[in-house]
């Protein structure tokens, strides 16, 4: 089994998105906590499956002014 590449997945899970905003791991849940709480004006973009969060590498680029930019150049 070979590692994923995380410039190609198309939703990361909150430890890697916070690791991708270097910010910590506690501080990544807060804002997708956020997110959620504020129906999407404030925090991390996420979505919920089944009982996990995941960050949707799309709305993570646009959040951070990346419009159109797939992770892979």
């Known amino acids: 089994m070979s590692a ?3 410039t190609d997945a198309e939703v990361l899970t909150i430890d ?3 690791a991708l905003l270097r910010i910590s791991r506690n501080a990544a849940y807060a804002a997708a ?3 959620r709480a504020t129906g999407g004006k404030t925090g991390i973009p996420c979505i919920e499956i089944g009982r996990t969060l ?3 590498r799309a709305d993570l680029n646009r ?3 990346h419009a159109g930019h797939s992770g892979s150049d």
């Open 54 to 56: 995941r960050v949707p």
């Open 16 to 18: 890697e998105a916070a």
């Open 63 to 65: 959040l951070l002014g």
């Open 4 to 6: 994923i590449d995380l």
């Open 33 to 35: 906590r956020q997110w």
